[in-house]
């Protein structure tokens, strides 16, 4: 019978999937690592469509066992299984060479130097907040964790650098238990509730201590900046250690248009050295964007009334102090109640905000998150293309 008659084979082949129809439906699936199609990234090697609606396709990996493998492949079967006349769909794996990887790499850098930091970058769009405090213990990582998640939640590119290279523990809060992939000198940051994360934590074995000097913290900071895929981000938050140490001299240094966000609790004990903290920016030049108090106050179970477990004012007192000392206005950007199911939470790696966002300290983190993505973009860090004028 031939290929047009009614009825036959060839009428159900017209009506078949094609390979250019097969293309256009992979173009749709992004690489859970890049955040790009997988076609923009050379990793489709060939794609074969059978009369019976049977599809094949050859796929290649960036790395040999790539901890993605399969889900990269469910995303590859989800996007053309709904696909009109197809059948069903079989993914062959294989591998990129070196010459594939390192096209991917020049594709991905374009003509950027390696080691170049984007965020330094005068013409950078993305907002990068360190969240830094005066001491240990006050909340810093689970505000982090749960602003990035709200964030992420609503649509926003965002990324969470662990820069307490001794104390990490972002990847446990935020659930990322994946290792990094690496390419090609790249480091790709695996994802959590859509959040990208990249932690020291990652690259130590079991819960070993980091005993490092200065300049080690320096530069592992500086890799974690410029060595990272981070992609096209809205927002970096960085998880910074307590004090107004190493890291916090590095950050001011490596990315000058950083901005601040001070975690503190009621207490006088952490306020008082919250503000040093904040007043840091005096000598670093960076801007304070406002305070979180943590831990603000306790909801009675029974008649809700609110107890002041650790005093009460020192949000305002610390926003107030460092407004004085910088000379602009600080806002207090949130007071966040103690909840048990916030630390649980940091313990299982689901962030309140997600859990329970109606909770009175799920509405309080939610609120910090929209007070920072609402912000204009300020002048610091950003070139104004301004010439001066010589006098007549």
Known sequence: MSAGAPGGDG????????????????????????????????????????????????????????PMREEITARVRGALLPVPGVRDVTVDLGVMSDEQRQALRAGLRGNAPAKEIPFARPGSLTRVYGIASGKGGVGKSS??????ATMAASGIEVGILDADIYGH?????????????????MIMPPQAHGVRVISMGMFTPGNAPVTWRGPMLHRALEQFLSDVFWGDLDVLLLDLPPGTGDIAISLAQLVPSAELLVVTTPQLAATEVAERAGTVSLQTRQHVVGVVENMAYLACPCCGEHIDLFGSGGGAAVAAGIGRALGYDVPLLGQVPVDLRLREGGDT?????????DSEAGKALRGVADALTSRSRGLAGRSLSISPLRAG
């Open 169 to 185: 523990s972002i990847p446990r809060m935020l659930g990322a238990r994946r290792p990094p992939t690496q390419v090609e000198g």
């Open 11 to 66: 009428a159900h082949a017209a009506a078949g999937p094609t390979a250019d129809g097969i293309r256009s439906a992979l173009a749709t699936v992004r690489d859970p690592e890049i955040g790009r199609p997988i076609t923009d990234l050379g990793m489709v090697r060939s794609v074969e469509v059978t009369a019976d609606g049977s599809v094949t396709v050859g796929v290649l990996l960036t790395v040999a066992g790539c």
């Open 349 to 357: 790696g689901m962030p309140l905000v997600l859990s329970d966002p």
């Open 143 to 148: 505000v982090t964790v749960n602003v990035a």
